[in-house]
């Protein structure tokens, strides 16, 4: 089965820490990971009951690290866009149908939880692979924090072991680089860039690509920017070269 990571993203109240570690170990998960928490004191031990195994190991640590070691970031959000044409919280699933996106992979995936006051920001939700949200009551959708963790632990517990491994971080970055490289060669206008890129974000995230699968995307887009210009692949092959290498 994937690799499974709760992350709490600034929770405010150690005492929904303690009640997501528990419900968390309920369903089999005890991968915990806390940005920028509030402190946990007896409240969050005397919440997480017999899961004090799973807050005492709860790794803390930046919304960098985890964007830079996971194949993929779910952003859970109560807030959805109206339209596909404001790509930033579109297209979202379920719970139930984020474990038939994830089920038959082997990865490390990160589902990030807000904060209980106003949840994910833009830049969080933009740079997630895939938004999820559990449906509600029109007249009181708001879920407290343990309680959302709980439905989406429900929903992907038991989970068997994945089939095929996915690109990693980097190689999906370096992806990514070359699409809007790509963009450039091709005079994609610079005021739709960023939406463009965060669609591109979501297909991706959707389509589970392989280590394969993102090298062939990687030789499309070169053999179509050596139709474009043949002078501009060549120098874009040398860029793209020398920067695998300073990062390797």
């Not at 709980?150 to 970055?173: D, Q």
């Given at each position: 089965?994937?690799?499974?990571?709760?992350?709490?993203?600034?929770?405010?109240?150690d005492g929904n820490v303690g009640f997501a570690a528990r419900v968390m170990k309920n369903f089999g998960f005890t991968r915990m990971v806390l940005i920028d928490p509030c402190e946990l004191g007896n409240e969050a031990k005397a919440r997480a009951s017999h899961a004090q195994d799973v807050l005492l190991a709860a790794e803390r640590c930046t919304m960098e690290d985890v964007f830079a070691r996971s194949n993929i970031v779910v952003a859970t959000t109560g807030e959805v866009s109206k339209s596909v044409c404001t790509p930033m919280r579109m297209p979202f699933c379920t719970p139930r149908e984020l474990r038939e996106h994830i089920m038959a992979l082997d990865g490390r995936i990160s589902i990030l939880f807000g904060r209980e006051n106003w949840g994910l920001n833009n830049e969080e939700v933009k740079k997630s692979d895939i938004i999820c949200t559990i449906?509600?009551?029109?007249?009181?959708?708001?879920?407290?924090?343990?309680?959302?963790?709980?439905?989406?632990?429900?929903?992907?517990?038991?989970?068997?072991?994945?089939?095929?491994?996915?690109?990693?971080?980097?190689?999906?970055?370096?992806?990514?680089?070359?699409?809007?490289?790509?963009?450039?060669?091709?005079?994609?206008?610079?005021?739709?860039?960023?939406?463009?890129m965060v669609m591109m974000r979501r297909i991706f995230g959707r389509a589970n690509l392989t280590?394969?699968?993102?090298?062939?995307?990687?030789?499309?887009?070169?053999r179509t920017e050596g139709k474009i210009d043949p002078e501009l692949l060549d120098r874009k092959k040398f860029r793209m070269d020398d920067e695998s290498a300073k990062e390797e």
């Open positions: 089965m994937p690799e499974i990571d709760i992350v709490l993203v600034a929770p405010l109240y449906p509600t009551a029109e007249e009181y959708p708001i879920l407290n924090l343990s309680h959302a963790v709980g439905v989406v632990c429900y929903e992907l517990a038991n989970l068997k072991r994945g089939t095929y491994s996915l690109a990693s971080p980097f190689e999906m970055g370096y992806l990514y680089r070359h699409i809007d490289r790509f963009l450039d060669a091709v005079d994609h206008p610079r005021f739709k860039r960023e939406n463009t280590t394969r699968e993102a090298s062939t995307l990687h030789g499309l887009l070169r």
